[in-house]
């Protein structure tokens, strides 16, 4: 009995180290993998404000965690990305290409934004003419994102016929849609 009492007990230890041995592994790799997410939330922050600095670096105005971006040939203002292009479509085909790069053509909210596109109008070589998202939908004159138009902001130039709005260097003016200019889209930046 007192055999098989002692059998017990060193079985008991053997069950003790052994448990005890299983919890330390447990908490070695508990102690990793909590290091591991903290070590990787802690790049991936850092990562963000290296890469915030580095983008960020001419809008020094703006707080890192106000900065946004636009892709590669857009011109940023705003909250907005504006993006030109030469190449000659009709009003239905600038459209659908706007749309293709998640934008839609230009629409013209108040005066400071006029005036920035204005400025950039100016900088561009191509063709004089752009295609903007104003229309004339049976009605009267309506942006592509179903406001109506303000004549606050500017006047249209009135042709003989045209039921689209292209913008020029000098002004606004109505155009055949099957006409094939060149355009303007716009869609919103990226928070970084």
């Not at 703006?62 to 030469?86: A, I, N, T, V």
Request: aromatic fraction near 10%; proline fraction near 1%; charge should be positive.
């Amino acid at each position: 009995m007192a055999q098989a009492f002692d059998r017990k007990k060193e079985l008991n230890r053997c069950s003790y180290k052994t448990l005890s041995r299983i919890l330390v592994l447990i908490i070695v790799i508990l102690s990793c993998a909590f290091g591991y997410m903290v070590y990787k939330v802690d790049k991936e922050t850092c990562d963000k404000n290296e890469l915030s600095k580095e983008l960020c670096v001419n809008n020094s105005a703006l707080k890192l965690e106000d900065c946004r971006l636009c892709p590669y040939h857009w011109w940023l203002h705003g909250e907005q990305c504006y993006y030109y292009s030469d190449t000659g479509r009709t009003w239905n085909q600038s459209r659908d290409h706007c749309k293709e790069m998640g934008a839609d053509l230009l629409v013209i909210k108040d005066q400071e934004q006029q005036k920035f596109i204005r400025g950039i109008h100016s900088k561009q070589e191509g063709d004089d003419s752009y295609w903007i998202g104003l229309h004339h939908d049976g009605v009267g004159w309506r942006w592509v994102d179903g406001e109506q138009y303000n004549s606050s902001l500017f006047r249209i130039k009135e042709q003989s016929s045209g039921l689209c709005v292209l913008m020029t260097r000098s002004n606004y003016s109505q155009g055949h849609c099957m006409s094939a200019k060149g355009s303007i889209c716009v869609k919103k930046s990226v928070r970084i």
